[in-house]
């Protein structure tokens, strides 16, 4: 009996994937763990490992088709030149590739990194994909309730402790699954995920839905007669609407700007980012800088470090994970720098350079996406000066850092000098925070990045 | 008839024997001439003489080893034990003999032992104690823990009545509270020993519990109505031994989550028997991990502050069932 594979659920609130590419064909062999298709997703674009081998006997989902998570994209023959395997035999449940998979899939990365070097990129999608499967938490009960409704757990998210899924997660979703029983399209309108629930989503975005719907590729664009085209977004730039929205709705953004000398480190760095860069391997910039003063400024003001939530509670969060908005040509994406406050300035350089390339290779992983606290934005290399960011939700605040520029400026003494400038813009969230709040906390940055000398240790 | 005491209503069931048997009798310390520690036996020995409410000495093997005699004999005996932590003196003479002598011999021996058990009057760690587990884990004696005034007068009848051992365990908290007057019914009535009682409905989450804590989880219940609007349904047990599956589990199957909540201290009390029972038949009808509140492994403290601290308390079962809802 041929085993189904489901389209993964690649991100907590990610409802629904698109095949990006087949990379195997219909009655090609299939190793366990060998990539057998591209997966697209609003977070991540990620290869989906083989769960077994076997013969690849039926792709279901085309190139560019997008379905629900949990549902079959391709059914595998094991045992195909062995017909043996008892006809009766359950297939898989979902709670089969779970318990098996992540210690197999752990020593085929092993394995993999001693056979070909180069290679890693496979085996982190492996092992990010195992590690999915193991996070995923489930009460006996949902397990059974599951079973009897016929559903794939990986289609829930669960609203438990840790994303657990308990039994209002499946009654839920057979509540929903019984009022819309088209399978693709009407799942796809009303999706389990909370961060696109159908409340959000005003008259006009649910045109936007609709729109999404109706054409087979994403990308496509229709000409129209009277000189105006109609572009569908891309997942991402829905994604990124969504969140947008939300983040202005659930949050009174407040800004708040101070200006930096940022003099000093300026000429540190037209001195030494050559050598640096020789010397480590990867740039050093301004961004490192504001992050360690960042990460000052939130140990002496935990509350930029928190969220507001739905019950009015407050939540402090003891780790300081900085996410740092990156540009992609596909739009931008903020992948976490976790324990941010943990390295030096060379050490944030570091993980700053390793993030931003894995970012534009477009290999990030799930756990590159989750978990970040406050986001340090860097429009300056666009040359902005002065920008007013919206908070990533459900954090507190959001800073933008802008261009870096020559000013005149007024200093001691009344006299006037050339100094190196910046803008720090902070967008915070007045439930959380009020102006002293905030404005204690840019200060704070400030005295930091001006405390910095001619001669600075980057170590 | 006017609302009676949960300790006036033992003190009815014993005389309406009394006067209903002439095989049941009462022994113990200062039952006759002094009433009782606490009263409950008040009256009776000018009712029934000193041939049937018999004052003993200070000695609980000697108390229990002749009960299990004069029930062997055809006597209906009703020992008292003065204070419920004073049964380990006649450990002995219940689990050798009265818990065993109608497996090996055939002979019934119709015989109650009560006392005052519990804590929270500040007795201190001899007069607070919670034994039931002991008991509880031995087979041959049934263990009852009424925690109504109705259920302390029908339970002590049916316990009387039965033809073999029960320990029957008032709690000395509930004897005079004002909320727990009832009226009862003029004519004869028994509660069945093995039968729970539902005292609260509720889909959200079962709270088993029994003894004075039925009044905490109550409490507990209405508040995470109103602030949390979970609707908890809370069992009285009444019955440790035999336990009444039948409405445990069915409850459970409802709710789907479970909160054991026992005076007595943690490890290996009844709230571990009833999780392992939950975990072996309902495996897969928990939305959550089985939870218990109880004392915890220490003996029973002196000092006010640390009775409040030591007794489960309704804040520790609102933190315990708020936990579990969300899980």
Not at chain 1, 16 to 36: A, M, P
Not at chain 1, 226 to 245: F, K, Q
Request: with cysteine; proline share 7%; charged share 25%.
């Amino acid at each position: 009996m041929p085993t189904p594979i489901k389209m993964p659920r690649l991100g907590e609130s990610v409802a629904e994937g698109t095949i990006g590419n087949w990379l195997k064909n219909e009655g090609d062999w299939v190793e366990r763990d060998e990539s057998l298709a591209e997966i697209i997703t609003d977070k991540i674009n990620a290869e989906l490992p083989s769960p077994v081998a076997g013969r690849l006997t039926k792709i279901l989902v085309k190139v560019d088709e997008t379905v629900p998570v949990g549902v079959d994209i391709a059914l595998i023959e094991e045992n195909a030149d062995v017909s043996t395997s008892p006809p009766n035999e359950p297939a898989p449940g979902p709670d089969a590739a779970p318990i098996e998979n992540p210690d197999r899939a752990n020593v085929m990365v092993m394995e993999n990194s001693g056979i070909s070097d180069g290679n890693s990129s496979k085996a982190s999608t492996r092992a990010t994909s195992a590690h999915v499967e193991e996070r995923q938490r489930i009460s006996p009960l949902a397990r059974r309730l599951a079973r009897e409704h016929d559903i794939d757990l990986n289609a829930i998210a669960g609203t438990g402790i840790g994303g657990r899924v308990r039994k209002e997660d499946i009654l839920a979703y057979v509540a929903q699954r019984q009022e819309a029983p088209a399978p693709v399209g009407a799942q796809f309108n009303a999706p389990s995920s909370p961060s696109l629930e159908p409340t959000y989503i005003s008259p006009a975005p649910a045109s936007v839905g609709a729109q999404f719907i109706a054409p087979p590729s994403p990308a496509s664009t229709t000409a129209e007669d009277d000189g105006i085209e109609v572009i569908t977004p891309s997942r991402m730039r829905l994604a990124i609407a969504e969140h947008m929205v939300r983040s202005k709705r659930t949050s009174p953004h407040a800004t708040t700007v101070v200006e930096v000398d940022m003099t000093n480190i300026a000429k540190w760095l037209e001195k030494n980012k050559e050598d640096f860069k020789k010397r480590e391997g990867y740039s050093i910039s301004y961004v490192p800088f504001v992050m360690k003063a960042v990460c000052e400024g939130i140990r002496k003001f935990p509350f930029m470090n928190s969220s507001w939530t739905e019950d009015n509670k407050i939540i402090l969060k003891k780790h300081i994970n900085l996410g740092m908005a990156v540009a992609t040509d596909a739009g931008l994406v903020v992948p976490t720098l976790y324990d941010a406050d943990q390295y030096t300035l060379a050490g944030l350089a570091k993980q700053i350079s390793t993030i931003a390339q894995r970012t534009r290779a477009n290999k990030l992983t799930i756990q590159d996406l989750q978990g970040s606290t406050f986001v340090v934005n860097n429009p300056g290399t666009f040359g902005t000066i002065l920008s007013v960011p919206i908070i990533n939700q459900p954090h507190a605040g959001i800073l933008s850092m802008d261009a870096v520029v020559k000013r005149p400026v007024v200093i001691e003494d009344d006299a006037i000098a050339v100094r190196y400038m910046m803008y720090l813009c902070l967008s915070f969230d007045h439930r959380i925070l009020d102006g002293a709040g905030a404005g204690g906390f840019l200060q704070s940055v400030r005295t930091k990045l001006q405390s910095y000398g001619r001669e600075i240790d980057v170590y | 008839m006017s609302a009676v005491t949960y300790l006036e209503a033992i003190g009815q069931a014993i005389r309406e024997e009394m006067q209903r048997d002439e095989a049941v009798f009462l022994l113990g310390e200062d039952v006759g001439t002094y009433g009782g520690a606490f009263k409950v036996s008040l009256g009776l020995l000018e009712e029934f003489g000193s041939e049937r409410v018999i004052d003993t000495p200070m000695a609980e093997a000697a108390i229990i080893g002749s009960a299990v005699g004069a029930a062997l004999m055809g006597m209906r005996p009703i020992a008292e034990m003065q204070f419920i932590d004073f049964i380990t003196c006649g450990f002995d003479q219940i689990i050798n003999m009265a818990n065993k002598m109608y497996w090996r011999s055939g002979m019934p021996v119709p015989m109650v032992i009560r006392g005052p058990s519990g804590g929270g009057v500040k007795g201190g760690p001899f007069h607070s104690a919670s034994p039931e587990a002991w008991f509880f884990h031995a087979p041959g004696i049934k263990v009852v823990v009424p925690s109504t005034t109705y259920d302390a007068k029908g339970l002590l009848k049916t316990a009387i009545r039965d033809n073999n051992p029960v320990l029957y365990l008032e709690h000395k908290l509930l004897y005079r509270l004002p909320e727990l007057r009832e009226e009862l019914p003029t004519e004869d009535y028994v509660v069945p020993i093995g039968k729970a009682i539902v005292r609260r409905e509720g889909e959200d989450m079962t709270i088993l519990t029994y003894g004075a804590m039925v009044h905490q989880c109550l409490k507990a219940a209405q508040t995470l109505e109103q602030e949390d609007d979970l609707l908890v349904e809370v069992i009285d047990l009444r019955s440790l031994s035999p336990l009444d599956r039948e409405t445990i589990l069915e409850s459970v199957k409802h709710t789907n989550k479970v909160l054991i909540v026992h005076e007595d201290t943690l490890t290996g009390g009844i709230g571990a028997e009833l999780s392992a029972i939950l975990a072996e038949d309902l495996f897969e009808y928990l939305d959550g991990p089985i939870t218990r509140v109880a004392a915890p492994d220490a003996p029973f403290p002196y000092a006010p502050p640390l009775e409040a601290a030591y007794l489960p308390s309704v804040e520790k079962i609102l933190t315990a069932a708020r936990k579990l809802a969300a899980y």
